[in-house]
Protein backbone atom coordinates (compact mmCIF):
# COMPACT_ATOMS: atom_id res chain seq x y z
CA UNK A 1 0.00 0.00 0.00
CA UNK A 2 2.52 2.34 0.97
CA UNK A 3 4.73 1.55 -2.56
CA UNK A 4 1.44 1.79 -4.72
CA UNK A 5 0.71 5.47 -3.35
CA UNK A 6 4.00 6.14 -3.56
CA UNK A 7 4.19 5.37 -7.12
CA UNK A 8 0.84 7.10 -8.45
CA UNK A 9 2.25 10.21 -6.79
CA UNK A 10 5.43 9.61 -8.44
CA UNK A 11 3.01 9.59 -11.23
CA UNK A 12 1.44 12.43 -11.21
CA UNK A 13 4.76 14.67 -10.38
CA UNK A 14 5.57 13.47 -13.87
CA UNK A 15 2.52 14.86 -15.45
CA UNK A 16 0.97 10.63 -16.11
CA UNK A 17 -2.49 10.12 -14.62
CA UNK A 18 -2.74 7.15 -12.09
CA UNK A 19 -4.77 5.36 -10.07
CA UNK A 20 -4.58 2.52 -7.03
CA UNK A 21 -7.32 0.75 -5.19
CA UNK A 22 -7.49 -0.56 -1.93
CA UNK A 23 -10.00 -0.93 1.35
CA UNK A 24 -9.66 0.62 4.42
CA UNK A 25 -6.85 -0.39 6.22
CA UNK A 26 -5.21 0.27 3.05
CA UNK A 27 -5.98 3.71 3.42
CA UNK A 28 -4.69 3.74 6.83
CA UNK A 29 -1.01 2.66 5.18
CA UNK A 30 -1.16 5.31 2.74
CA UNK A 31 -1.81 8.23 5.11
CA UNK A 32 1.69 9.73 4.80
CA UNK A 33 1.96 9.90 1.30
CA UNK A 34 -1.28 11.31 1.10
CA UNK A 35 -0.41 14.26 2.97
CA UNK A 36 2.53 14.91 1.16
CA UNK A 37 0.57 14.57 -1.70
CA UNK A 38 -1.79 17.23 -0.53
CA UNK A 39 1.40 19.41 1.11
CA UNK A 40 3.33 18.96 -2.20
CA UNK A 41 0.20 19.56 -4.49
CA UNK A 42 0.53 16.45 -6.99
CA UNK A 43 -2.29 15.04 -8.83
CA UNK A 44 -3.14 11.46 -7.97
CA UNK A 45 -6.64 8.75 -7.51
CA UNK A 46 -6.95 6.70 -4.96
CA UNK A 47 -10.31 4.33 -5.10
CA UNK A 48 -11.04 3.02 -1.95
CA UNK A 49 -13.96 0.23 -1.38
CA UNK A 50 -15.16 0.50 1.88
CA UNK A 51 -15.56 -2.70 4.10
CA UNK A 52 -16.69 -3.03 7.81
CA UNK A 53 -13.90 -2.15 10.47
CA UNK A 54 -12.26 -1.71 12.98
CA UNK A 55 -8.95 -3.11 11.40
CA UNK A 56 -9.33 -6.37 8.90
CA UNK A 57 -13.44 -6.24 10.43
CA UNK A 58 -15.65 -8.42 8.39
CA UNK A 59 -13.77 -7.97 4.99
CA UNK A 60 -16.45 -9.71 3.36
CA UNK A 61 -19.04 -7.31 3.85
CA UNK A 62 -20.09 -3.69 2.66
CA UNK A 63 -19.92 -0.72 5.08
CA UNK A 64 -18.96 3.47 4.58
CA UNK A 65 -16.77 3.67 7.86
CA UNK A 66 -14.04 5.55 5.76
CA UNK A 67 -15.33 8.83 5.11
CA UNK A 68 -14.35 10.59 8.36
CA UNK A 69 -10.89 9.16 8.21
CA UNK A 70 -10.32 9.75 4.69
CA UNK A 71 -11.63 13.55 4.77
CA UNK A 72 -8.98 14.07 7.45
CA UNK A 73 -6.78 12.24 6.24
CA UNK A 74 -2.97 13.19 7.06
CA UNK A 75 -0.93 15.11 9.33
CA UNK A 76 -1.96 18.50 10.54
CA UNK A 77 -4.45 20.38 8.69
CA UNK A 78 -5.48 18.49 6.09
CA UNK A 79 -8.47 18.21 3.88
CA UNK A 80 -9.04 15.95 0.98
CA UNK A 81 -11.64 15.99 -1.63
CA UNK A 82 -14.04 12.85 -1.96
CA UNK A 83 -16.59 11.40 -4.47
CA UNK A 84 -19.11 8.98 -3.96
CA UNK A 85 -20.22 6.85 -6.39
CA UNK A 86 -23.69 5.13 -6.08
CA UNK A 87 -23.82 2.84 -9.09
CA UNK A 88 -21.89 1.39 -11.58
CA UNK A 89 -22.16 3.67 -14.26
CA UNK A 90 -21.20 6.66 -11.82
CA UNK A 91 -18.52 4.62 -10.75
CA UNK A 92 -17.30 4.52 -14.68
CA UNK A 93 -18.45 8.65 -14.94
CA UNK A 94 -16.15 9.22 -12.06
CA UNK A 95 -13.33 7.52 -13.57
CA UNK A 96 -13.15 10.32 -15.66
CA UNK A 97 -14.68 13.19 -13.03
CA UNK A 98 -11.56 12.36 -10.01
CA UNK A 99 -8.71 12.41 -12.67
CA UNK A 100 -10.07 15.64 -13.83
CA UNK A 101 -10.39 16.84 -10.79
CA UNK A 102 -7.33 15.52 -9.01
CA UNK A 103 -5.66 17.49 -11.95
CA UNK A 104 -7.50 20.67 -11.76
CA UNK A 105 -7.00 21.21 -8.11
CA UNK A 106 -3.54 19.53 -7.77
CA UNK A 107 -4.19 16.63 -5.10
CA UNK A 108 -5.14 13.59 -3.91
CA UNK A 109 -8.74 12.86 -5.02
CA UNK A 110 -10.17 9.58 -3.34
CA UNK A 111 -13.33 7.70 -4.70
CA UNK A 112 -14.92 5.92 -1.83
CA UNK A 113 -17.13 3.23 -2.94
CA UNK A 114 -18.48 0.18 -0.59
CA UNK A 115 -18.31 -3.59 -1.29
CA UNK A 116 -21.82 -3.92 -1.90
CA UNK A 117 -21.61 -2.06 -5.24
CA UNK A 118 -17.58 -2.83 -5.54
CA UNK A 119 -18.05 -7.14 -5.29
CA UNK A 120 -21.62 -7.94 -6.31
CA UNK A 121 -23.58 -8.16 -9.16
CA UNK A 122 -25.26 -5.17 -10.64
CA UNK A 123 -27.14 -4.67 -13.81
CA UNK A 124 -26.38 -1.38 -15.60
CA UNK A 125 -27.18 0.27 -18.45
CA UNK A 126 -24.21 0.43 -21.19
CA UNK A 127 -21.16 3.45 -20.37
CA UNK A 128 -21.79 6.50 -22.34
CA UNK A 129 -18.06 7.17 -23.47
CA UNK A 130 -16.69 10.83 -22.88
CA UNK A 131 -16.60 13.05 -25.22
CA UNK A 132 -15.64 16.33 -22.87
CA UNK A 133 -12.06 17.33 -23.63
CA UNK A 134 -9.42 16.11 -20.29
CA UNK A 135 -9.10 18.78 -18.19
CA UNK A 136 -5.36 18.97 -16.71
CA UNK A 137 -5.64 21.92 -15.06
CA UNK A 138 -2.71 25.01 -14.58
CA UNK A 139 0.36 23.00 -16.69
CA UNK A 140 2.39 25.82 -18.09
CA UNK A 141 4.73 24.90 -21.34
CA UNK A 142 7.97 26.76 -21.83
CA UNK A 143 6.56 29.14 -23.90
CA UNK A 144 4.02 30.20 -21.45
CA UNK A 145 6.77 30.17 -18.35
CA UNK A 146 8.89 32.65 -20.61
CA UNK A 147 5.62 34.66 -21.26
CA UNK A 148 3.56 34.80 -17.72
CA UNK A 149 6.80 33.78 -15.52
CA UNK A 150 6.23 30.91 -12.85
CA UNK A 151 6.11 30.77 -9.21
CA UNK A 152 4.74 27.43 -8.52
CA UNK A 153 2.83 28.09 -5.24
CA UNK A 154 1.57 31.59 -6.14
CA UNK A 155 -1.79 32.30 -6.31
CA UNK A 156 -2.38 34.37 -9.28
CA UNK A 157 -6.18 33.46 -9.86
CA UNK A 158 -7.38 33.99 -6.15
CA UNK A 159 -8.54 29.93 -6.04
CA UNK A 160 -5.79 28.99 -3.79
CA UNK A 161 -4.52 26.85 -7.44
CA UNK A 162 -1.15 27.54 -8.46
CA UNK A 163 0.17 26.99 -11.62
CA UNK A 164 2.55 23.91 -12.14
CA UNK A 165 5.28 22.90 -15.03
CA UNK A 166 6.32 19.18 -15.86
CA UNK A 167 9.85 17.27 -15.80
CA UNK A 168 11.12 17.86 -19.37
CA UNK A 169 9.83 21.44 -19.47
CA UNK A 170 12.88 22.90 -21.45
CA UNK A 171 12.76 26.84 -19.90
CA UNK A 172 15.45 26.74 -17.37
CA UNK A 173 13.17 28.83 -15.12
CA UNK A 174 10.40 25.69 -15.50
CA UNK A 175 11.83 23.21 -12.54
CA UNK A 176 10.25 23.06 -9.33
CA UNK A 177 11.20 21.07 -5.64
CA UNK A 178 8.26 19.13 -4.71
CA UNK A 179 8.72 18.65 -0.69
CA UNK A 180 6.38 18.03 1.76
CA UNK A 181 8.00 20.43 4.51
CA UNK A 182 7.64 24.20 4.68
CA UNK A 183 8.36 26.08 1.67
CA UNK A 184 7.24 29.60 0.41
CA UNK A 185 5.90 30.77 -3.26
CA UNK A 186 8.95 29.81 -5.32
CA UNK A 187 8.97 26.62 -3.62
CA UNK A 188 11.94 26.92 -1.61
CA UNK A 189 12.30 25.43 1.67
CA UNK A 190 11.33 27.86 4.78
CA UNK A 191 10.50 27.73 8.66
CA UNK A 192 9.09 31.18 8.79
CA UNK A 193 5.84 32.08 10.00
CA UNK A 194 4.64 34.51 7.13
CA UNK A 195 5.82 32.01 4.48
CA UNK A 196 3.48 29.27 6.79
CA UNK A 197 0.15 30.90 7.31
CA UNK A 198 0.19 32.57 3.46
CA UNK A 199 0.70 28.70 1.96
CA UNK A 200 -1.94 27.08 4.51
CA UNK A 201 -4.68 29.92 3.67
CA UNK A 202 -4.12 29.79 0.33
CA UNK A 203 -4.46 25.63 0.26
CA UNK A 204 -7.87 26.49 2.60
CA UNK A 205 -9.28 28.67 -0.26
CA UNK A 206 -8.45 26.09 -3.03
CA UNK A 207 -10.54 23.51 -1.00
CA UNK A 208 -13.30 25.99 -1.34
CA UNK A 209 -13.03 26.32 -4.87
CA UNK A 210 -12.94 22.27 -4.73
CA UNK A 211 -16.87 23.08 -3.57
CA UNK A 212 -17.63 24.09 -6.82
CA UNK A 213 -15.90 21.71 -8.20
CA UNK A 214 -17.22 18.34 -7.24
CA UNK A 215 -20.32 16.92 -8.13
CA UNK A 216 -23.73 18.35 -7.45
CA UNK A 217 -25.92 15.81 -5.16
CA UNK A 218 -28.75 14.20 -7.18
CA UNK A 219 -31.76 16.39 -5.23
CA UNK A 220 -35.47 15.16 -4.91
CA UNK A 221 -37.90 17.57 -3.39
CA UNK A 222 -41.20 16.99 -2.39
CA UNK A 223 -42.91 20.26 -1.76
CA UNK A 224 -45.11 18.68 0.83
CA UNK A 225 -42.54 17.64 3.01
CA UNK A 226 -40.97 18.60 6.39
CA UNK A 227 -38.74 15.36 6.89
CA UNK A 228 -35.28 15.43 4.46
CA UNK A 229 -33.27 12.88 4.11
CA UNK A 230 -29.46 12.67 3.19
CA UNK A 231 -27.27 9.68 1.95
CA UNK A 232 -24.66 8.45 -0.29
CA UNK A 233 -23.85 5.48 -1.50
CA UNK A 234 -25.49 2.29 -2.69
CA UNK A 235 -27.97 3.33 0.07
CA UNK A 236 -30.15 5.04 -1.90
CA UNK A 237 -31.82 1.51 -3.68
CA UNK A 238 -33.46 0.98 0.19
CA UNK A 239 -34.33 4.80 0.84
CA UNK A 240 -35.69 5.17 -2.43
CA UNK A 241 -38.11 2.04 -1.45
CA UNK A 242 -38.36 3.19 2.33
CA UNK A 243 -39.52 6.56 1.28
CA UNK A 244 -42.89 5.07 -1.12
CA UNK A 245 -43.50 2.95 2.12
CA UNK A 246 -43.26 6.38 4.14
CA UNK A 247 -45.13 7.89 1.87
CA UNK A 248 -48.22 5.69 2.53
CA UNK A 249 -47.84 6.50 6.10
CA UNK A 250 -48.57 9.52 5.49
CA UNK A 251 -45.01 10.72 6.32
CA UNK A 252 -43.92 12.26 2.96
CA UNK A 253 -40.16 13.06 2.78
CA UNK A 254 -37.13 14.86 0.48
CA UNK A 255 -33.85 13.30 -0.32
CA UNK A 256 -30.71 14.34 -1.46
CA UNK A 257 -27.69 11.80 -2.35
CA UNK A 258 -24.49 13.33 -1.87
CA UNK A 259 -21.83 12.62 -4.78
CA UNK A 260 -18.71 14.49 -3.21
CA UNK A 261 -16.91 16.24 -0.57
CA UNK A 262 -16.85 19.50 0.33
CA UNK A 263 -20.57 20.47 0.09
CA UNK A 264 -21.66 23.14 -1.12
CA UNK A 265 -24.73 25.69 -0.54
CA UNK A 266 -26.93 23.00 -1.67
CA UNK A 267 -26.60 20.61 0.81
CA UNK A 268 -27.28 24.78 3.24
CA UNK A 269 -30.63 24.94 1.05
CA UNK A 270 -31.98 21.19 1.02
CA UNK A 271 -31.82 20.91 5.14
CA UNK A 272 -32.66 24.69 5.67
CA UNK A 273 -36.17 23.58 3.68
CA UNK A 274 -37.13 20.84 6.38
CA UNK A 275 -37.64 21.03 9.59
CA UNK A 276 -35.77 17.78 10.33
CA UNK A 277 -33.27 15.91 8.12
CA UNK A 278 -32.63 12.58 8.86
CA UNK A 279 -28.70 11.42 7.73
CA UNK A 280 -28.69 8.01 7.02
CA UNK A 281 -25.39 5.95 6.57
CA UNK A 282 -23.50 2.59 7.18
CA UNK A 283 -21.18 2.86 9.96
CA UNK A 284 -21.82 3.06 13.77
CA UNK A 285 -20.94 7.06 14.27
CA UNK A 286 -22.44 9.20 11.62
CA UNK A 287 -19.61 9.88 10.49
CA UNK A 288 -21.19 12.32 7.72
CA UNK A 289 -23.41 13.75 10.38
CA UNK A 290 -20.89 14.53 12.02
CA UNK A 291 -18.96 16.36 9.05
CA UNK A 292 -22.36 17.95 7.86
CA UNK A 293 -22.78 19.27 11.52
CA UNK A 294 -19.37 20.77 11.40
CA UNK A 295 -19.66 22.46 8.26
CA UNK A 296 -23.32 23.99 8.77
CA UNK A 297 -23.05 24.17 12.49
CA UNK A 298 -25.66 26.67 11.77
CA UNK A 299 -28.41 24.09 10.49
CA UNK A 300 -26.62 21.39 12.76
CA UNK A 301 -30.13 21.13 15.45
CA UNK A 302 -32.32 19.90 12.30
CA UNK A 303 -29.87 17.15 11.34
CA UNK A 304 -30.19 13.83 12.70
CA UNK A 305 -28.17 11.06 12.42
CA UNK A 306 -29.83 7.28 11.64
CA UNK A 307 -26.08 5.39 11.50
CA UNK A 308 -26.54 1.68 11.58
CA UNK A 309 -23.58 -1.06 10.00
CA UNK A 310 -24.15 -4.89 10.46
CA UNK A 311 -22.27 -5.54 7.70
CA UNK A 312 -25.37 -6.19 5.00
CA UNK A 313 -26.87 -3.79 2.39
CA UNK A 314 -29.13 -1.18 3.98
CA UNK A 315 -33.10 -2.23 3.91
CA UNK A 316 -36.10 -0.40 3.89
CA UNK A 317 -37.76 -2.00 6.49
CA UNK A 318 -34.42 -0.38 8.97
CA UNK A 319 -35.10 2.91 7.30
CA UNK A 320 -38.83 3.16 7.86
CA UNK A 321 -38.56 1.97 11.67
CA UNK A 322 -35.80 3.86 12.04
CA UNK A 323 -37.43 7.58 10.68
CA UNK A 324 -41.04 6.43 12.51
CA UNK A 325 -39.41 6.01 15.63
CA UNK A 326 -37.81 9.32 15.59
CA UNK A 327 -40.94 11.00 14.13
CA UNK A 328 -42.51 9.79 17.53
CA UNK A 329 -40.70 11.21 19.95
Not at 26 to 40: K, P, Q, V
Not at 201 to 220: G, I, N, S
Request: aromatic letters at 8%.
Amino acid sequence: ELAAIGMILGAGWAGTRALTATSGPGISLMSEFAGLGYFAEIPAVIWDIQRVGPSTGLPTRTGQGDVLSTYYLGHGDTKNVILLPATVAECFDFGTVSFNLAEQLQTPVFVLSDLDLGMNNWMTDPFTYPEAPIERGKVLSAEEVQKKGFVRYKDIDGDGVGYRTLPGNEHPLGAWFARGTGHNEKAVYSEKSEDWLQNMERLKRKFETARQLVPEPVTDIDPEASVGIIAYGTTMYAIDEARDRLAEMGVPTSFMRLRGLPINESVNSFVAQHDRVYVVELNRDGQVHNILQTEMPEMATRLVSLAFLDGMPLTARWVVEAVMNEEDK
